[in-house]
């Protein structure tokens, strides 16, 4: 086995690693005598890969060319596609009895159980007419398990063996350490071996750090770095090395954290820095503290998706399946979809097609489904960047794309590398060739992190957008140093005072908002009017509830500081359940007053009319409220009366009202809304028991 493989002449930067062997090597032999074969294994053991290198070689003695009928199976995957596949392969068997057809299942393990959707291999598994190669995360059940050889593959994080005395069985670290010193000095070194104790010393310290990689991720999602983000590591590593005029065996500092900020990022700023610390302490490595300290989350996102010309010549020459470049994956860490709001307020998207599958029934049926489909495939051969929204069940139609998984061809009128990527739905798929700068921002709200599958995962560099992020970029790159100063400390005075509404009223201060982000949206907004106004620190927020602004420039900067804080506070006020405030033991009695007198939170009818009537001259147009469940404005004969008596004096030419759970589709929401945008008021009733976050979100 290993001398069969040893002879493969592989790209430069694959490692030749015990679990690529074995792979190549079962294909070969199970697809030559039709046994089927499963191969089972985390992301990042050259499951994929190992096909490709078995296609190449399978022309060679004693081996059967083989002719791949390839299906990417997804959670939607159904029986009659699946049985469809094995009736092309064998058409392809009978008419070419010289070669060997082969149907690969990449990423078997997605469909669901409960739709039984594999159960119609069972019979071409028993009775084999073409060979059959099943990739897969996770063990098939044992019906299908039983009717194939298995090749099991462990991941570097599982769990320790323990010896009678309890204590953990260090030979596991061993073990694990040699299986990743194959992979890097593969990656690193091309395959040599290592050298000297500089080189040991870099290959053992970078297996050390990625088996720990995991324990800063918890708040984010468990296990969320694996295999695929350590290889695109040391692939982001080599290359940087080679740009800063070093070599594979002068590994800089600055190039290390370049590295990890591009493939383990998608935690928390302080998770990532103690991240960092562990991997250059392991490599004893030293870097400023300010530069370690630093989060570069924005300008990171840029460089990915940036359409220079040289990165993009750059990755055109690259062969895509070795090159360090991966799309992106955004984490949101909220449910309303601020991270695509801060995407373009930041202008980290300059031109961006926003693709999203609808939040509403109809949205999901074939043809809004098709629609969406055809946007992307003309974003993939225009090379656009694309940024999906709420994609999920587009997802396995663009594994092939997404994951980089290409077949090279040269544009002969040209002369350059041309990319094919097989796109399609179910069983029918075609050929789409992909622009080399087409790329790919995916969101993905944090609270649905734990649903999505981990070879779909795996496929990105993952980043967590979050306003903290965004203030910083924005701060440090709009307002003078003297600014920033007086814009930090009001962060800190509204971040405390937060902070003990929140402990006082047990988790209650903030109704209906995420805690920690509501806050900060806030600040980015004073941070946006402060740089319109030459630094000047400015409250944005001038609407009927703000307290009297005469007098602010015969104040001092400490009690202009505390008044601004102030204006802040009162505004986070009106997110305040009344038991909130209540609650809170040490509340200062101008808050209790602004809450009581100035603002509304017992009567909606006074609370619209003031919005209505008393118009200042700068205020939001769009008010969010929170109520108990109130049948009349579910109803719509009851609805006209509300509408009516909250609205005062107006007609109906100027107001109206709209029940977001009657809209069958985004487009007829969107197409509604853009009808009544010239009404003076205009009332949506969002019945939670009916309706989802994401169509609010509208």
């Known amino acids: 086995m290993q001398h069969f493989c040893g002879n493969i002449n592989l790209p430069d930067g694959v490692a030749l690693t015990d679990e690529l062997v074995q792979n190549v090597f079962f294909i070969l032999m199970c697809s030559e005598v039709k046994i089927p074969i499963q191969i089972v294994g985390p992301p990042g053991c050259s499951k994929t890969l190992a096909m490709s290198i078995a296609l190449t070689q399978s022309s060679r003695v004693p081996f059967t060319t083989m002719m791949e009928t390839r299906y990417q199976c997804n959670p939607n995957s159904s029986d009659t596609e699946i049985e469809n596949v094995f009736k092309r392969a064998e058409i392809r068997q009978d008419k070419n009895e010289y070669k060997r057809s082969v149907v690969f299942f990449d990423e078997g ?76 000095m593969g990656v690193l070194y091309n395959r040599g ?55 594979n065996l002068n590994i800089t500092s600055e190039a290390l954290l370049g590295a990890l900020r591009r493939n383990f990022s998608g935690i928390p700023h302080e998770d990532f820095v103690g991240l960092a610390r562990m991997f250059l302490r392991n490599l004893d490595m030293r870097v400023s503290e300010e530069i370690l300290l630093e989060d570069n989350t924005i300008s990171s996102i840029r460089d990915a998706i940036s359409k220079d010309p ?43 097609d926003v693709i999203r599958v609808g939040r509403f029934p109809d949205d999901r049926k074939s043809a809004a489904m098709n629609s969406v489909l055809a946007r992307m495939k003309v974003a993939i051969t225009q090379g656009k960047t694309v940024l999906l929204v709420n994609s ?24 350059r590398k041309r990319f094919l990527a097989q796109v399609g739905i179910g ?17 993905v709200p944090r609270s649905q992190l734990g649903n999505v599958p981990l070879p779909y995962l795996n496929r990105f560099e993952k980043y967590l957008l979050s306003f903290d992020q965004a203030i910083h970029d924005f701060v440090t790159k709009n307002l003078p140093p003297s600014s920033r100063n007086q814009f930090e ?96 033991q040490n509340l200062p009695k101008a808050y209790a007053k602004n809450y009581l007198l100035q603002q509304d939170h017992f009567n909606i009818t006074s609370f619209v009319r003031k919005l209505i009537y008393n118009e200042p001259k700068e205020r939001t147009n769009k008010w969010i409220i929170y109520t108990r469940a ?69």
Do not use: W
């Open 630 to 698: 109130v049948p009349d404005l579910t109803l719509r004969t009851s609805a006209e009366t509300v509408l009516k008596h909250i609205s005062g004096n107006m007609s109906n030419a100027e107001c109206a009202m709209l029940h977001l759970h009657t809209f069958a589709s985004d487009s007829a929401c969107v197409e509604e809304l853009k009808k009544l945008q010239n009404k003076r008021l205009l009332v949506i009733s969002a019945d939670m028991r009916n309706c989802t976050q994401s169509q609010v979100s509208i």
């Open 489 to 584: 400390n009001l962060q800190r005075e509204v971040l405390n005072f937060s902070q003990e509404m929140q402990k006082s009223s047990c988790g209650g201060f903030l109704y209906g908002c995420r805690y920690g982000q509501t806050e900060l949206s806030l600040l980015l907004q004073v941070a946006k009017q402060t740089k319109l106004n030459d630094g000047k620190i400015t409250i944005p927020f001038a609407d009927a509830f703000a307290p009297d602004t005469a007098g602010d420039a015969l104040l001092t900067d400490t009690q202009l500081l505390q008044l601004q804080a102030r204006r802040l506070n009162f505004h986070l006020l009106q997110l305040a359940p009344p038991a909130a405030l209540f609650l809170a």
């Open 109 to 184: 393990g997605l469909p669901r159980e409960e739709e039984a959707a594999l159960k119609v291999i069972h019979e071409p598994l028993d009775h084999p007419k073409v060979s059959c190669v099943i990739l897969t995360n996770t063990a098939l059940d044992a019906a299908k398990s039983n009717r194939t050889l298995i090749l099991p593959h462990q991941s570097v994080y599982a769990h320790y063996s323990y010896k009678q005395d309890g204590q953990k069985n260090r030979g596991d670290d061993k073990e694990r350490i040699r299986r990743l010193s194959q992979l890097i």
């Open 310 to 352: 040289k990165n993009i010549e750059e990755q055109s020459r690259e062969d895509p399946n070795t090159s360090d470049f991966r799309f992106v994956m955004v984490i949101d860490p909220t449910d309303n979809e601020s991270a695509v709001s801060l995407l373009k307020e930041l202008n980290v998207v300059d031109e961006c």
């Open 392 to 415: 999920s069940e587009l997802d396995s139609c663009f594994y092939d794309v997404l994951n980089r998984y290409f077949k090279v061809f040269t544009d002969t009128s040209s002369g």
């Open 427 to 443: 069983s029918h798929s075609c050929a789409t060739v992909v622009d080399p700068e087409f790329g790919v921002i995916v969101h």
């Open 193 to 247: 071996q290592a050298q000297g104790t500089l080189q040991y010393k870099i290959t053992e310290g970078l297996a050390q750090s990625f088996i720990s990689a995991n324990e800063y991720s918890h708040s984010t999602k468990k296990n969320l770095f694996n295999q695929r983000d350590f290889v695109y590591f040391l692939r982001s590593l080599k290359k940087r090395c080679a740009r800063e005029g070093g070599n």
